[in-house]
Structures are given as C-alpha cells and as structure tokens.
C-alpha cells in the first residue's frame, strides 16, 4: 500500500477533518459527518480510455460523490447528492468524462416528507442523478436527476463507443417492498436494467426542459492555493420526470434481482449479473435499438416502456456458477465475472457464451478489477479479484480477520493467481491505470511557498509571530529541520482559543512535519513542504506545555519541540514569543 | 585576414560563454537524495542544479555547522568585469596587437584563472572548516583535528554520507577553448611572420 487517501473519513493521521482547514469537506446537509461508506472508484476518461486526472468515487450512506485528484493524490471536492439515499450505482464516468453518476439504491419520498411506510409502493422514486463534470478543472454539479420509480438501483455503467450517450442501471426490489426485502424484494423473476439515453435528456434540458426544484446539498471545495475548503449549500436542483422526455428511458427485463451491470468494451453488449438466478443476462446494444424502433415493448412501468425480452436479449450463460455479482473484460471478447456464492471467477467468451476457464478465491469475492475496466481499452495483463470473506486464510487475529485481495495473470488462456493479499477493508471496488500515466502527469512533489495564499501563512521565520485578538490567540509558526518558531510563548491565558497556524517551510521532497500539543481535543497535523495548516487548542490549566513535531523528520526530530506557557485567566503577562532567546526576524539584520 | 588574428579575435570572444553557462558545478550524492542536490556556479552567481538545491544543501549543512551559502559574494562583480575587461583587450589585440602580445594576453588570462581558482579554494576551504562553535554534530579526524567538510576544487570526495562532485560545466570549457585558442593564434603568427 503506498497511501490512504481520506476522502470522506477523518483522518488522524493526516489531520483530514480534523484541521480548520479540512472540517468543511465533511460538511454535509446534516451537518457534520465524520465518517463515509465508499464503494466505488473511478478513473476520469478521454476518448474511453483512462486518462490518471482524477478518480471519482461515491459515499453510499450520506449521499456524495467526491472527486480525488492524481496529482497531489488529495480529495478535491464533494458533492451531496439530494432526493437520494443508500448512493450505489455511483460513482461512474462516461468515456469523455462528460458526466459522473449517482444512482439511488434506497428509493425515498421524493421531496422526502411524513408519511407511513407502507403506503411506499409508487409513492417513492429514485433519483439517478448526472453530475456534469468540468472539462478544464474537474468540478461538478447537478446538471440534473432523473426522478425515476422506487426501485433500488444498484449499478450502473456508461454506455461506450456505438453505445456512448446511454446508461445502464441494474435494478432491484421491482417488487417495491418496504420490509422484510430479502424475500420480499426477491419475488420477481426478472428485474431490470434502466437505459438512458443521457444525450437525449441533456439536450431537453438544454432546451428549458425539467424543473427547479427546493433541494439542500452541500458542495465542498478544495483551493489548492489557501490549502483550505470551503462548503456552500445549494438551494435546489433541476429534475427530469421520465414521462416528460418520451424515448430516453427504457427497461429491459433482467434475470432476477441483477447486482453488477457492465458494459464490454466494444459497448455492444450490457450485462446483467443476475445475483439470484443461475444465469447471465447478455443484452445486445443493436438489438435494443431495433427493439425500441420496432417499439417491441411488453407493456411498461410507471409509463417507462419495458422492451420484450427477447428482443433485446442477445443470450444468456447459463448455470456459470452461483451468485454472479460484476463482469470486467480483457480485450479478446472475453468477460471475466465473480461469483460470490461459488467463490470463483469465470472466464468466459462473451460472443459464444462459454466458459473458458474457472479459478476458485478465498473466499466470496464480490467485485474483480482489471485496470481501465470501465473503458474501451482495459490494460488486461492483470486482475484483481477482492474478497469479502477471509476465514483461515491467514493468520487468526481473534473474532476479525484481515481482508484479502488476489492479483491474477490473464494474458494467457487460463488465468494464473500470482499473489494473494491481505488489506484493509473491505476492499470493495478498485480503479486501476498503468503507473506510467500518472507519472507523465507529474504528481506533485512539494508546493512551493511563494505560491501560499493562506491567509495565516508565513514565508519566513522572519514572519512568524503571536497576535492576540481578545480571547483568541494566533500563532503565526513555521517549522523546518529541525525546529518550530517560535518555540517558546509566552502571555496566552486558560480560557483562551489558540489558532496555531502552521508552515512547513521546507521544499524538499518527502519532508513533512507534523505538530501536536498536549491537551489538544483534536487530531496531529501532517503538514506537507510549502503549506500552512491549523488547529485549535483551548488550554484548561496553568503550566508550561510543550508542543512537537509528529512525523519523523530527520536526525534532529527528538529534539524539534517548544513550550506554551499557560497563566491564570485573570494574569496581566503580555504575549511574548522567542527562538533561541530572540524574537524571530529581529536577530537578522 | 590572417589567421593568427582572427583566431585572436574569436579566442577572446568565446569567453563571453561564461556570462550564458555556468563555470563549475558541484553536485552532492547520497542513498536518501536519489535526485542529488546541486550547485551550479555562474561567474556573477550561485544557481541551483535543480529549484531549491542550495535551499537544502544549507539545510543539511547547518547541523554540522557550516555557514548558509551566501546569496553573492564581492567576486561575483569583480569577475564579469575581469572578463568583460579582457575580452576588449584580447579583440583589440587581435586587431592591431602582433603576435608576441598574442602570447601577452594568454599569460595574463591564465594567471588571472589561476588567481580566481585560488580565491575559490580560499572559499571552499573557509566554508569548509569555519563552522559554527555551537554545531550540531561535531565530527574529528583520527588525529583528533577538527573534521572539515570542503568539497574538492575539482573531482570526487567522500565526505561522511555524501559523495562531493566538483566539476567544470559549458562556461569552462568555452573559456578553457578560447584561451587555447590565442596560444595557438602566438604559434600560428610566429610562423607567418617568419614566411615573410
């Protein structure tokens, strides 16, 4: 593992969500939400293939999607999704990186309201929301959702090449049931995939089509150039209802209950990975379109058409394995899919629909990656198949054991498991892309400080200082091998706010410095060369208390501390600050 | 024209390399600076071999006591003009001087060379050995004498876990080409003179 990103997760140990400067990523419409559900992430896309700018990825529980940059390898920017809930069939990127979606996996009251329960069925919809991404800079917004039936849908995937300008969407729960879903949502033998036709619905909307709505979402941002985010709340949102842009939406019957839905990287054919059946759905694009002029449709739901199954089916593999989940595919014609209940992956041909090869993993795999998956050119030398359940497969460490992935070789007619691993977890879904790429993008190494806006930044101890502003206290401090300045202040008092502003004044690669004081009800920071990052201290007791680097820096990194002293509420002492006895820039001629 | 002086005309004038390349390079090597630091040395300034080396060349240098390199020093304005001052002299030479002044010219610019390798090394040897009393590290040679940290005038050197590199770049060699270049021109004019 070379680094954790936070994303929607504090993160001591970066101070992410912890620092003045990172608390408003996690704002959301509810507040504060110190923690995320990620599943899937996804890498930005130029003309289908995987282009290493940004990866996307989705936050199930408090609907958002959040934009990570592979350049400096830090979240950038999330979105709050509203009208929706249990965010799954999200975060997937179309092949010009043109939209990003988030798809509703538990159907709501759309506007939420008071109202029983049980009086759901078609009172609830589902939002599939296109978020529309900025070609230059990446930023998103809400071009417009989709108000659709209350269904749950699950997965989603771009159409791509002949198919680009569609989406996939898997659904369950057709049934439309509010309790006990395991059954009850199992009852149906076909669910079904939801195509959209993106293209047609961005034009009407172009056009003055859809309607504002009152909605409350938070968007965050990140300003590389202050180092800090800021969150602002949206009023409202454009929504589409279906029946209002005849000819962009259509279901298309499925094999009970379809988890993953994947599009092969020719776009022609769209999978159904149907969970609960023995069998694999393979749609065909040509024939969907045909079916549609054809208009062979077997009736519809909530005035959606549903096409006949025959007419757009293009076949089905039957009894593959059991429990079939998601499919990713090399490019020789082949799919590769997991099965969850049979623990293996299959390799079969999508064109004949025969198995060509099986390989066991320990143990339920859920989803498999092979890098530019989601793409018209996947890198198909490798695979990687993530696992949800680990049992003996390692060491015992009591009631919870790691969690596993497994990289195979498939350049070959079998595949080949070359290693297994154990991770953090679970490891539910990966984005993979060739290191080269993002190399050529050149991440960022240190940022330079004559680039620093921050408005508590300095440039040099020469600035650095202590200024106080009635109950709260500003420390303007630098660090850089192997000290702070100031290190030594005097004059705050209990009761105090104490902003500590800090600078990692170094610019040498890999040469952070972190900072921690006693008594802080926060997190560390870990400070990156050229950046200014705070935290907040709000002493509670006389004394003198010391302060030190975090992170180890260098040869010297024991002795990188410093001391605040902390005098009754009441005292008289002014504020004073020193390095080496001096106060800093004034020993310099 | 002849020979002789167009080579004393051009000789001279390849000197003024020195104002668009660097004269001198050193470079420090070691396991954790897979991108080695580097100083590149300009007759009227220090550059960084890549942004913010010398930045942290004093960094690493401070805990053993060594003085920051300085932003400039006196000889980075008495060198332009010595250089610009005998690149006149060596073209008018060239035009109206004869050979024996050729040979003048070269004797000259080499001892002011000589004169401003020796100044370096007075330099490099202060920066070396004058460190700081309070240093962090304080390291001793086996006799016990005080470890000084000098990079070499010119080569390689081990100096504890770094590996000093001091070498000529461009301007040198334009400088080093220039002046052969008027030694040549002393020969080459003797020969004319004596075909006469």
Known sequence: MFRVIPVFSQDPEKGYGYSEETKPMLNTSHGFVPWGDSHHPDISQTEGTVDGRWVFINENNTPRIARISLKTFETEEIIEIPNSAGNHSSSFVTENSEYVVAGTRFSVPFPQRDMPIADMKGNFSGALSFLKIDPEHGHMNIEFQIKMPGFSYDLSHPGRGKSHGWFFFSTYNTEEANTLMEVNASQNDKDFIAAINWKKIEEYVKNGGGKMVPAKYAHNTWDDDTHTATSVMKKEVLVVEPKDVPGAIYFLPTAKSPHGCDVDPTGEYIIGNGKLAAAMTVHSFTKMLKAIEDKAFDGDAYGIPIIKFDAVNYGTLNQPGLGPLHTEFDTRGNGYTTFFISSEVVKWNIKDLKVIDRHPVYYSVGHLMIPGGNSRTPDDKYMVAMNKITKDRYLPTGPEVCQSAQLFDISGEKMELLLDFPTIGEPHYAAGISADVIKKNNPTKIYKLVDNKHPYGVKSEAETRVVRKGKEVHIYMSMIRSHFSPDNIEGVKVGDKVFFHVTNLEQDYDVPHGISMIGANTSELLIMPGRTTTFTWEPKEVGVWPFYCTDFCSALHQEMQGYVRVSPKGSNLPISFTLDGDIPGEEEE | ?196
């Open chain 2, 1 to 196: 024209m002849k020979k002789s002086k167009l080579l004393m005309i051009i000789g001279p004038l390849l000197l003024l390399g020195l104002f668009i390349f660097p004269l001198w390079n050193i470079t420090l090597e070691a396991p954790q600076y897979p991108i080695p630091l580097g100083m590149d040395i300009h007759i009227n300034k220090f550059a960084d071999t890549h942004e913010f080396d010398i930045k942290n060349i004093n960094l690493m240098n401070h805990y053993v006591g060594m003085k920051y390199i300085p932003e400039t020093i006196p000889e980075f304005k008495i060198f332009p003009i010595a250089i610009i001052a005998m690149v006149v002299l060596g073209v008018v030479i060239g035009f109206f001087g004869n050979y024996k002044w050729f040979l003048g010219w070269f004797v000259l610019m080499s001892v002011l060379g000589i004169a401003g390798m020796y100044d370096f090394y007075l330099w490099e040897y202060d920066y070396g050995h004058n460190l700081d009393p309070n240093a962090i590290m304080k390291f001793t040679n086996p006799d016990g004498s005080i470890m000084g940290f000098q990079p070499p005038l010119f080569g390689s050197k081990d100096i504890l876990n770094f590996t000093a590199h001091s070498y000529p770049l461009a301007g040198a060699y334009f400088m080093f080409v220039g002046m052969m270049m008027t030694f040549i021109a002393f020969f080459v004019g003797k020969k004319e003179v004596k075909k006469k």
